[in-house]
């Protein structure tokens, strides 16, 4: 189900949109918002949510296009604006990713090898975020580590309580 982010961020791209396949600057404040409900930018201020933002690119794959292909290693966080995408796993079916939904969160944190491969299922435009610009933004803004660090120590400690249930 597409989230009023991603509706906002598909209106404001197509009034812009051409067909090129070319990645091209993102609109920061639709694009700031679709940021903003990922859970792991969630504790981040909207400063550096529009810093990110900036550095986001839109990119379009064609269906059957691989976005990202399982044990490469992994640079980029993508979310989706139109279109959708399956993630497979050794060539099974895993999940459907659709409008304001992501995956590759865990390469901006480590850029190790990808969990599986999401392929375009039909036309598909989504935002990508480089780990690079996330590290940049890290260096020159320490409190964005502590809301990733506190995101992620939530997730933690709810997955530690689920197995000692």
């Given at each position: ?12 791209i ?15 404040g ?36 691989y ?21 497979k ?14 995956f590759?969160e865990l ?20 935002l ?22 506190a ?15």
């Amino acid at each position: 189900m597409p989230t009023s982010g991603s509706l906002a961020l598909v209106r404001v791209i197509s009034q812009s949109a051409s067909e090129s396949s070319r990645p091209r600057p993102a609109p920061p404040g639709p694009t700031a918002d679709l940021l903003a409900q990922v859970p792991l930018f969630t504790g981040m201020s909207r400063r550096a949510l529009n810093h990110l933002a900036r550095e986001a690119k839109v990119v379009t794959f064609a269906p059957s296009d691989y976005i990202i292909i399982q044990d490469k290693p992994g640079k980029a966080f993508f979310a989706i604006i139109s279109g959708r995408a399956t993630l497979k796993s050794k060539g099974k079916k895993i999940k459907e990713f659709g409008p304001g939904e992501y995956f590759g969160e865990l390469a901006l944190l480590d850029g190790g090898p990808r969990t599986g491969s999401v392929i375009a299922s039909e036309k598909t435009m989504a935002l990508r975020l480089e780990r690079a610009s996330l590290l940049k933004l890290i260096r020159s803004d320490p409190r964005v580590a502590t809301a990733m660090l506190a995101e992620l120590a939530g997730r933690l400690r709810q997955a530690t309580e689920s197995f000692s249930h």
